[in-house]
């Protein structure tokens, strides 16, 4: 009887064919972690290292250039998103959006605030500008186009991130973004100066305070003799605290100024009190002038620029006409 031996029972090793580059980045990945070497029933490990190797920088170029398409950078892209820097409470403000296409047509232009969709602008034979209603948000479709959007009368809400989206015709639908964030600012009102007189005698000491109101984020302080900054670590300028309004999301800012007055402030004295929006340049300032003299038992040592010499030979002379006298008079 003529045998047939079986064998090994098991199919031959059949290697899978590469990933295409029109994968996607999961799929990709996931064979970057496998052998290409599996077959339909087991898994060959017969794969020599040069051809391991080789497959790998192929899957590697193939992931980079699925995730440059995915990100619109072949095609198109967001260059950059310009913002102002910062926004003022209550006024406008515009929001620019820099992005450039080459073999992509590009289908739209959307802006996010915090992720929340607000603007769009289609492109097409008749543009069509879309305003999505978002509490807080207005936008200025009259200033607003494919490049650019205008928000009106800004509002602590309108802070936060805020992204340009592009998005290709279909069917790939391909896109590209970038992100920034606005800060809005509510400017200081005019600083309140409390405690400051119209007239000063020397050693009379000069002790004020300074109140700044509705300034977001808090403002700081700084006080000026003369036109000359009385610096914060001198000990003469004391902090007295901050308060924050959780209802309008402002700050009010006071300092106290004391300063022993001496003849270098005789005959004037100007005080200003600057108030400055933390980490921007938005200030607020109000000053008062009063009039400094000199103190002395006799007049014309008030006299800011009364010469020593003819001081001394002054209250000689009254000296000894009051001596003269006193010998004169009858006792």
């Known amino acids: 009887m003529k045998m047939t031996h079986l064998g090994d029972h098991s199919s031959p090793s059949v290697p899978l064919r590469p990933p295409s580059c029109h994968s996607s980045p999961f799929s990709l990945y996931a064979t970057w972690h496998s052998p290409w070497g599996l077959s339909r029933h087991g ?62 047509q590009v289908y739209s232009i959307r802006w996010y605030i915090n992720n929340k969709q607000f603007y769009s602008y289609i492109i097409g034979s008749a543009p069509e500008k879309i305003k999505h209603k978002i509490e807080g948000v207005d936008v200025d479709l009259l200033e607003s186009n494919e490049t650019s959007v205008t928000l009106r009368d800004v509002t602590p809400l309108y802070e936060g991130e805020y992204r340009c989206e592009l ?24 600083p309140e100066i409390s405690g400051f007189r119209p007239n000063y ?27 000359r900054i009385i610096h ?20 009010t800012s006071s300092s106290q100024l004391t300063l022993p007055l001496s003849s270098k402030y005789v005959p ?64």
């Open 43 to 104: 898994v060959s490990l017969s794969t020599s290292r040069s051809q391991w190797s080789a497959k790998h920088r192929q899957l590697f170029f193939c992931l980079i250039l699925v995730l440059l398409k995915t990100t619109g950078v072949l095609g198109m892209r967001v260059k950059q998103v310009i913002v102002p820097q910062p926004a003022i409470v209550g006024q406008s403000a515009k929001l620019q959006c820099l992005w450039e296409s080459t073999d992509k």
């Open 232 to 251: 914060q670590d001198s000990g003469r300028v004391t902090e007295l605290g901050v308060v924050k309004h959780k209802y309008l999301e402002t700050f």
């Open 167 to 190: 998005m290709s015709e279909g069917p790939s639908f391909e896109s590209s973004f970038l992100s920034t964030n606005l800060t809005v600012v509510n400017p200081p009102n005019t």
């Open 201 to 227: 005698r020397i050693p009379d000491t000069l002790k004020v305070n300074c109140t700044t109101h509705n300034s977001r984020p808090e403002a700081l302080i700084s006080f000026y003799v003369n036109g």
């Open 268 to 331: 004037k004295l100007t005080l200003t009190c600057r108030a400055q929006v933390k980490g921007f340049d938005i200030k607020a300032e109000t000053s008062e002038t009063a009039t400094v003299s000199q103190y002395s038992f006799f007049p014309f040592f008030s006299r800011g620029t009364t010469n020593s010499s003819y001081a001394s030979q002054v209250l000689l002379a009254s000296a000894a006409l009051v001596m003269l006298q006193i010998l004169q008079a009858p006792w």
